[in-house]
């Protein structure tokens, strides 16, 4: 894979899961990391690690649901690391079950953080990712957003899920086509069931539900997409992964 020397990425949700092993991916690569999340503890545990090996990592305790958290986040990471050439708009919750039957704050909140929050810093991050792809050392920045097989695959039971993950889709898609001639690409990876804390958060009879869904199932790591997202921002300039969609081998949907 390419050197992602004298560039920074920023990573949100970087507290566990896809975003913990997103950075550590990048950083091994050379690429300085910020580190954003609610969960600051943790963050300056995985920023030891990260300058364990070598690297240079910057903690952002922020809530990217808050429009103004979100701003700081990009603006502290430029300030502080001196550039921004990539984004990696992770966070996100998946809150499962019947619509029929959902307390509405959980839609509220997967709208909040799964669709705003990604907006938020997507907003605030392009002026940089603009200035960095017209300025070395690669000439070329990258957002990557992620959805979900969820994005694509309306199924019972992850209705507003389904929405929030299929609205990331198309505005990966339509900010691809704004900025992709000025050398910003913006590419959408898509997992499909991935062993994190993601699925913990629903309440206990939505995850017996899906516990019992994944028996016998062999899922993805989280280090499985952070290679995914290493593989699409390490190629060359003329080079953009527009999409990637990554399943267990045995799911079927």
Known sequence: MGSLDGTVALVTGASSGIGEAAALALASRGAAV??????????????????????????????????????DAVGQAVAELGRLD??????????LGPALEAPV?????????????LLYCARAALPHLLEAAGSGPREVADMVNVSSVAGRVARVGSAVYNATKH???????????EVTGRFVRVSLV??????????????PEVLETLQ????????LQAEDIADTIAYIVT???????NEMLVRPTQQQG
């Open 167 to 177: 609205g990331v889709g198309a505005f990966s898609e339509a900010l691809r086509q």
């Open 190 to 203: 898509e997992p499909g069931a991935v062993e994190t804390e993601l699925a913990g958060h629903n309440r």
């Open 34 to 71: 910020a580190l954003a999340a609610r969960r600051a503890d943790r963050l300056a545990d995985l920023a030891k690690r990260v300058e364990a090996g070598g690297g240079q990592a910057l903690v952002i305790a922020a809530d990217v649901t808050e429009r103004a958290q979100a701003e």
């Open 212 to 219: 019992q869904r994944w028996v016998g199932v062999e899922r």
């Open 86 to 95: 990539t984004l990696v708009n992770n966070a996100g919750v998946m809150l």
């Open 105 to 117: 704050e959980e839609w509220e909140r997967m709208v909040s953080i799964n669709l705003m929050g």
């Open 235 to 241: 190629r060359p300039r003329h080079m953009a992964v």
